[in-house]
Nanobody, 120 residues
Framework: QVQLVESGGGLVQAGGSLKLSCEGSARTFRMNGLAWFRQGPGKEREFVATIHWTGGTTYRESVKGRFTASRDNAKYTATLQMNNLKPEDTAVYYC??????????????WGQGTQVTVSS
């Protein structure tokens, strides 16, 4: 059973910061591909960042320079540091494992999600 648990969401004012965490397992982190996705109200789930086993990352254009994704393979955790948050970042954020790239449909394993709300 692959289990992913997100934490760290909350309510923050525009310009503020939040740090999301994703706790996994040895099996999860052996899958190599980890990613963060989000789903805003009335919107389709979208790619935020991917994190390769080696720590290499890719980001969607709108979060570049503001978000930083990382992983600790020894502790089976991944994080998403979000700075200079904007109201359009409001969404439920998910971590996912088991694939590569930004297509959410290709990831078989998901956490329960954590709500991020950014007020203007």
């Amino acid at each position: 059973q692959v289990q992913l648990v997100e934490s760290g969401g909350g309510l923050v004012q525009a310009g503020g910061s939040l740090k999301l965490s994703c706790e996994g397992s040895a099996r999860t982190f052996r899958m190599n591909g980890l990613a963060w996705f989000r789903q805003g109200p009335g919107k389709e789930r979208e790619f935020v960042a991917t994190i390769h086993w080696t720590g290499g990352t890719t980001y969607r254009e709108s979060v570049k320079g503001r978000f930083t994704a990382s992983r600790d393979n020894a502790k089976y955790t991944a994080t998403l540091q979000m700075n200079n948050l904007k109201p359009e970042d409001t969404a439920v954020y998910y971590c996912a494992a088991g694939s590569v790239g930004g297509n959410w449909r290709s990831y078989p394993h998901w956490g329960q999600g954590t709500q991020v709300t950014v007020s203007s």
